[in-house]
Nanobody, 125 residues
């Protein structure tokens, strides 16, 4: 079992920055690849960024490349999403998710095993 809790969402102006955090519990956290997903009102849930269990491989959806950075600290059981140059179209509920031994690229197509409850990010114009 891996339990996930997101934090760091809020209201920010376009061009600003936020850092989302995901706190994980479970003694096998370091064996799990982690991903960030988002769901905007009226749209399906979308993959945003993924990171391998070691932190050595990352992958991003094209719309956030160069603006978002995913990282993890296994010693602290934490994963992060640094979001810079935010745009109104980034407004969504952001979810942290975990899957055992999956490459970040595969997260676009395959399901995750565990999900957090989400944190809302609102970007004003």
């Amino acid at each position: 079992q891996v339990q996930l809790v997101e934090s760091g969402g809020g209201l920010v102006q376009a061009g600003g920055s936020l850092r989302l955090s995901c706190a994980a519990s479970g003694h096998t956290f370091s064996s799990y690849s982690m991903g960030w997903f988002r769901q905007a009102p009226g749209k399906v849930r979308e993959f945003v960024a993924g990171i391998s269990w070691s932190g050595g491989r990352t992958y991003y959806v094209d719309s956030v490349k160069g603006r978002f950075t995913v990282s993890r600290d296994n010693a602290k059981n934490m994963v992060y999403l640094q979001m810079n140059s935010l745009k109104p179209e980034d407004t969504a509920v952001y979810y942290c998710a975990a899957r055992y031994d999956m490459s970040p690229e595969e997260m676009v197509y395959n399901g995750m095993d565990f999900w957090g409850k989400g944190t809302l990010v609102t970007v004003s114009s």
